[in-house]
Every structure is written in C-alpha cells, then in structure tokens.
C-alpha cells in the first residue's frame, strides 16, 4: 500500500497572491495528476506528468504552473489567487502512464481567496 | 479529446431500492471507464471499472453496463445501503490519451434514505 499526502490541507490567500500546493506520493507510481473539484463541475485536469521530469498540460492549465520536482512529489502553482475564488484541488497518482492504471487521490488542499 | 455527461446531478433513493446513474462520451474510440465514488470529506476511490471490450460487469452490488454503439455507461447499485450515499463520479479515457489521462463527468450525489 502507499499514501499520498497533500499540503496545506487548508490555504487562504489575497487576491493576486501566488499559492503553491504540493503533493507527495510513497506508491513509488510514475504518472502523477492535479485536478480542480468545483461543485457542480467534477473534476476538471490541471497538469499532469507522466514520469519524472515530464509535464503535461490539461483541460485547465491556464492560471497554474506545475513542477515534478522528484518521483514522489508534484507541486501546483497557482500563479495569481482569483477573488473569491473557492475549489478543493485534488493530487492523484497511477502506477504507470499505461490504460487502466488506476488513479490513487490525496485527501485535497481547500483553496478560499478572500 | 473527450467529453463526459453525467445525469441526474442529485438522486434520492429509498434503502434497498436500486440506483442508476448515466454517463455518455462523445468519442467512439475511448476504451476505458472507472467510476469512482466520494463520501463526504474523503477522496476518490475506484469502486468498478469497465473496458471497451465488455458491455457488462459486475461486482459486490455494483454493476456497470457499457453501450458502444449508444456511447452510453451506466453504474447501478443494488439494493442501497445508507453507506452508499456519496457522490460518484464517471470518466472515459479518449483515445490516444497520453498518461492515462481521464475526462471526469460532473458527479452525482446519491442520498439513501432510511
């Protein structure tokens, strides 16, 4: 088994701030994922890396970088905090960027923008 | 690319009534689609999966149906349980989706009443 673990759990910011969010991950997996929760949205594909060293964009990238810094660990940026803004971003990770690998998802980081 | 349709958004359902919540995608090559379920303050967590080369599987309550040519799939659960209320999400996995990468339908959250 493994765990993935998401920090902060809670982030509050300004509008305008810079946020970063990270991700750990102790499956040993090579493809990692960050997804936006909105409700009434599901969930919606920021960035994701297939292996370390790799990034790719998703449905939802503009606003947000992202790094790979490592195997074990995503990080997600988002480049300036949008007033009012509230979603719950999501890490997920999968053993291999194959089909049917199934994604394993962190607990979540609540984003509010005051 | 893909696009994911899930309906209804809400479903209340009786204790030991079934449930039944539809998906359609909009590409005929996608040949992957998990269904994930979401309780409250938790994670996602695969709960069944099927391939394209399947129209039906089932396991522990759950069965999911694939309709190809109708780019239809659908979740049902059998005799609901209180613990079945949660939101659940679908996906499809296009074709040629580099790093596994998933289209998420907007969820619906299933109320069991007791």
């Known amino acids: 088994g493994g765990i993935i673990t998401q920090t902060p759990k809670f982030l509050i910011g300004q509008e305008g701030q810079k946020l970063t969010l990270k991700c750990q991950q102790n499956?040993?997996?090579?493809?990692m994922y960050w997804y936006r929760q909105d409700s009434g949205k599901g969930l919606r594909l920021i960035y994701y890396s297939i292996t370390e060293n790799d990034l790719q964009k998703g449905d939802l990238s503009e606003g947000y970088d992202a790094s790979r810094e490592k195997k074990s660990s995503f990080s997600l940026t988002v480049t300036s905090a949008q007033k009012n803004e509230m979603a719950v971003f999501l890490c997920?990770?999968?053993?291999?960027?194959?089909?049917?690998?199934?994604?394993?998802f962190g607990p979540g980081t609540r984003l509010t923008v005051l | 690319g893909e696009q994911v349709e899930q309906l209804p958004s809400i479903l209340r359902v009786q204790e030991g009534s079934s449930a039944s919540i539809n998906c359609t995608y909009e590409?005929?090559?996608?040949?992957?689609f998990p269904w994930y379920k979401q309780e409250p303050g938790e994670n996602p967590k695969l709960i069944i999966d099927?391939?394209?080369?399947?129209e039906r599987k089932q396991t522990q309550g759950l069965i999911v149906l694939l309709d190809k040519k109708a780019k239809r799939f659908s979740l049902h659960i059998t005799d609901t349980q209180p613990g079945d209320s949660a939101m659940y999400f679908c996906?499809?996995?296009?074709?040629?989706?580099?790093?596994?990468?998933?289209?998420f339908g907007i969820g619906t959250r299933v109320l069991v009443r007791p």
């Open positions: 590409n005929s090559a996608s040949n992957y």
């Open positions: 997920a990770s999968s053993i291999s960027p194959l089909n049917y690998a199934e994604q394993f």
């Open positions: 996906a499809a996995r296009g074709p040629n989706s580099a790093g596994n990468k998933l289209t």
């Open positions: 499956f040993n997996h090579d493809t």
């Open positions: 099927i391939r394209s080369n399947m």
